[in-house]
């Protein structure tokens, strides 16, 4: 009897588990898209040269191609969305977007609200803007000092909680970037491949990047949380995979004039076709 | 009592990823939601105080002889109730910002000495301030010629008229539409996020960016906060309107 009411209960959960699984991938976001003939991405618009606008008020970028490429291979027209770091998620949870590509960093809370797949697609760490009079060397120089910063950054805390800064955390770049030229923080905290860019632009006369970058933390892309695991996570893996193991994302950053990235180099390596050459 | 009401949020917090009620068992945050409301309560009473007295004065200015002084009260309000308060506080933080004397504690700072909150009291006070002189006019408007006329028979001067006759029946009508106009402004302090003030909008969405599982637990925070602050603005007012009601005036 016993054994029977093991065995029942066994075969029960079973059954169960297999009806679970097959109920999880419901693909809806995957249908929609391909019903409809368009793939509506969430990208940044406020960060150069990955997500931004052309004088024509277009969106585009190296986040940008990589949205195209990815309706192109679905055989879909592509709806581009401008996404802020504070809501690029939530954007993605209601069904706004049904692909996020935002320089978001991959995180493991993130990781339990939105379907973030691998392999990850870039990567930057934190580093600050700040005036070369400063002589700023070591991030304890930041204590008790006002640091401009953007709301929806992972590291606006870390910096808060590490090294005592106060951080001033602006909407956008723009009304950060501003407050730091009138001299209302000593540095603007924000991702070192993001500042970098900005550098090369030789706008920023007299101002550099001083600290040692922390916090290396890979980016994500993201599909809805119920798509993780089902044919759109599936698919978006895919496609990162090839873009690393053909050099496509190493040509888009040289296309966009990204200082070029060990990561990137080495992913590339990592996923290379052992059957090539 | 206190260690039990935590670890029931924790536990809450562990079973739905996202309803974690951070704030309720992490002091830092929980600091960071009183310090928000402290600012939007200092914020919104301060605005509320400001605006009302721009609202008096820029009314009675409207009523002077002088065509200069109507000319700059009606120049003040075209500008402040024509432009989006958003605008205005951008325009006020970076670009007046900048012709503000300012201090700097290390040779390179420039911190001036009106900060982000007060462009946004300021700002907020006025585009709140320039509702409120139209709505005081319209209340003066509705005090009969007539009442004022046998104010100046009994040999009363214009000021006098002003201070004993006039506002005290024109603030009677102008308390309904004042009471909206100083709802909005309370709700219009959130845009204050826009120059980085921390109040509690501000607070909030640092606390969702941070820990993203908190995200609706703030949205109801922010609901609930504002709920109460608007609703005792409203009672306060109605409370207000009812003690300075004349029996058989304005209905």
Same mark, same amino acid.
């Given at each position: 009897?016993?054994?029977?009411?093991?065995?029942?209960?066994?075969?029960?959960?079973?059954?169960?588990?297999?009806?679970?699984?097959?109920?999880? *991938?419901?693909?809806?976001?995957?249908?929609?898209?391909?019903?409809?003939?368009?793939?509506?991405?969430?990208?940044?618009?406020?960060?150069?040269?990955?997500?931004?606008?052309?004088?024509?008020?277009?969106?585009?970028?190296?986040?940008?191609?990589?949205?195209?490429?990815?309706?192109?291979?679905?055989?879909?027209?592509?709806?581009?969305?401008?996404?802020?770091?504070?809501?690029?998620?939530?954007?993605?949870?209601?069904?706004?977007?049904?692909?996020?590509?935002?320089?978001?960093?991959?995180?493991?809370?993130?990781?339990?609200?939105?379907?973030?797949?691998?392999?990850?697609?870039?990567?930057?760490?934190?580093?600050?803007?700040?005036?070369?009079?400063?002589?700023?060397?070591?991030?304890?120089?930041?204590?008790?000092?006002?640091? *401009?910063?953007?709301?929806?950054?992972?590291?606006?805390?870390?910096?808060?909680?590490?090294?005592?800064?106060?951080?001033?955390?602006?909407?956008?770049?723009?009304?950060?970037?501003?407050?730091?030229?009138?001299?209302? *923080?000593?540095?603007?905290?924000?991702?070192?491949?993001?500042?970098?860019?900005?550098?090369?632009?030789?706008?920023?006369?007299?101002?550099?990047?001083?600290?040692?970058?922390?916090?290396?933390?890979?980016?994500?892309?993201?599909?809805?949380?119920?798509?993780?695991?089902?044919?759109?996570?599936?698919?978006?893996?895919?496609?990162?995979?090839?873009?690393?193991?053909?050099?496509?994302?190493?040509?888009?950053?040289?296309?966009?004039?990204?200082?070029?990235?060990?990561?990137?180099?080495?992913?590339?390596?990592?996923?290379?076709?052992?059957?090539?050459? | 009592?206190?260690?039990?009401?935590?670890?029931?949020?924790?536990?809450?917090? =562990?079973?739905?990823?996202?309803?974690?009620?951070?704030?309720?068992? =992490?002091?830092?945050?929980?600091?960071?939601?009183?310090?928000?409301?402290?600012?939007?309560?200092?914020?919104?009473?301060?605005?509320?105080?400001?605006?009302?007295?721009?609202?008096?004065?820029?009314?009675?200015?409207?009523?002077?002889?002088?065509?200069?002084?109507?000319?700059?009260?009606?120049?003040?309000?075209?500008?402040?109730?024509?432009? $989006? $308060?958003?605008?205005?506080?951008? /325009?006020?933080?970076?670009?007046?910002?900048?012709?503000? !004397?300012?201090?700097?504690? =290390?040779?390179?700072?420039?911190? $001036?000495?009106?900060?982000?909150?007060?462009?946004?009291?300021?700002?907020?006070?006025?585009?709140?301030?320039?509702?409120?002189?139209?709505?005081?006019?319209?209340?003066?408007?509705?005090?009969?010629?007539?009442?004022?006329?046998?104010?100046?028979?009994?040999?009363?001067?214009?000021?006098?008229?002003?201070?004993?006759?006039? /506002?005290?029946?024109?603030?009677?009508?102008?308390? !309904?539409?004042?009471?909206?106009?100083?709802?909005?402004?309370?709700?219009?302090?959130?845009?204050?996020?826009?120059?980085?003030? !921390?109040?509690?909008?501000?607070?909030?969405?640092?606390?969702?960016? =941070?820990? $993203?599982?908190?995200?609706?637990?703030?949205?109801?925070?922010?609901?609930?906060?504002?709920?109460?602050?608007?609703?005792?603005?409203?009672?306060?007012?109605?409370?207000?309107?009812?003690?300075?009601?004349?029996?058989?005036?304005?209905?």
């Amino acid at each position: 009897m016993k054994k029977l009411l093991a065995s029942t209960t066994a075969m029960a959960l079973a059954l169960s588990s297999v009806a679970a699984s097959a109920a999880d *991938c419901t693909n809806d976001t995957w249908n929609k898209v391909v019903e409809r003939g368009k793939l509506v991405v969430g990208v940044k618009a406020d960060y150069k040269p990955w997500g931004f606008r052309d004088t024509d008020g277009n969106l585009v970028g190296m986040e940008i191609d990589m949205a195209n490429e990815v309706a192109a291979t679905m055989g879909v027209d592509v709806e581009l969305v401008a996404v802020q770091s504070s809501n690029r998620m939530q954007f993605l949870e209601q069904g706004k977007i049904d692909l996020m590509i935002a320089t978001m960093s991959d995180r493991a809370d993130r990781r339990e609200i939105v379907g973030i797949v691998g392999p990850n697609y870039y990567t930057s760490g934190t580093n600050i803007l700040a005036p070369d009079a400063l002589n700023f060397t070591e991030w304890e120089q930041l204590r008790d000092r006002p640091v *401009c910063g953007k709301q929806g950054a992972f590291y606006n805390q870390i910096v808060e909680e590490r090294y005592g800064a106060n951080v001033i955390a602006f909407t956008g770049n723009a009304e950060a970037k501003q407050a730091l030229r009138d001299k209302k *923080c000593v540095a603007f905290v924000y991702d070192d491949s993001s500042i970098m860019a900005d550098l090369v632009s030789g706008s920023w006369e007299g101002f550099s990047m001083p600290m040692p970058t922390e916090d290396d933390n890979p980016w994500a892309l993201a599909v809805p949380k119920a798509e993780q695991n089902c044919v759109f996570g599936r698919f978006m893996s895919g496609m990162q995979y090839n873009w690393h193991k053909d050099g496509a994302l190493l040509a888009l950053e040289e296309k966009w004039g990204i200082q070029s990235t060990s990561y990137l180099k080495a992913q590339n390596d990592r996923y290379k076709d052992w059957l090539a050459e | 009592m206190l260690e039990s009401f935590q670890e029931f949020f924790r536990t809450v917090a =562990d079973n739905h990823p996202t309803w974690n009620f951070i704030f309720f068992y =992490d002091e830092r945050q929980f600091g960071k939601v009183v310090s928000g409301l402290w600012m939007t309560i200092w914020l919104s009473v301060a605005c509320v105080i400001f605006s009302v007295i721009i609202g008096v004065v820029g009314a009675a200015m409207q009523g002077a002889q002088s065509k200069i002084v109507r000319g700059i009260v009606s120049g003040y309000i075209q500008f402040f109730r024509n432009t $989006p $308060p958003f605008v205005q506080l951008l /325009f006020f933080y970076f670009a007046l910002g900048r012709f503000t !004397p300012t201090y700097s504690p =290390d040779g390179w700072l420039e911190i $001036p000495i009106i900060s982000n909150v007060g462009w946004a009291m300021i700002s907020l006070s006025f585009f709140a301030g320039a509702f409120n002189v139209e709505i005081f006019r319209a209340g003066i408007e509705s005090v009969p010629k007539s009442t004022q006329e046998a104010a100046s028979a009994l040999g009363y001067t214009r000021l006098q008229i002003y201070r004993y006759i006039v /506002f005290p029946l024109a603030l009677r009508v102008s308390i !309904p539409s004042l009471n909206n106009n100083l709802v909005n402004l309370v709700k219009t302090t959130t845009q204050a996020f826009v120059i980085a003030v !921390p109040e509690l909008l501000y607070e909030s969405i640092t606390i969702w960016n =941070d820990f $993203p599982s908190a995200q609706n637990p703030m949205m109801v925070v922010l609901f609930v906060s504002y709920l109460a602050l608007v609703g005792v603005v409203v009672l306060g007012m109605n409370k207000w309107e009812r003690e300075m009601r004349v029996p058989g005036y304005g209905g």
